[in-house]
């Protein structure tokens, strides 16, 4: 599993893709847009395999 942890001026959430180890072109600090259900675990927002985009 492959977790990300993304944040804008809101504030931050995990986004985790099961069975992926890497996202290619995903390098830190890059800007990405990703959707999907909101879950909470252990206290932190979470999105289990969000749709994505990757801004180049």
Same mark, same amino acid.
């Given at each position: 599993? /492959?977790? #990300? ?6 504030? %931050? ?5 099961? &069975?992926?180890?890497? $996202?290619?072109? /995903?390098? #830190? ?6 959707? %999907? ?5 252990? &206290?932190?927002?979470? $999105? ?9």
């Amino acid at each position: 599993m /492959l977790q #990300v942890e993304v944040w804008d001026e809101t504030g %931050g959430i995990t986004l985790s893709f099961l &069975g992926r180890r890497e $996202i290619a072109g /995903l390098e #830190v600090g890059m800007e990405m847009r990703a959707e %999907g259900m909101v879950g909470e675990e252990d &206290g932190q927002l979470i $999105i289990l395999n969000p749709s994505y985009e990757l801004l180049i």
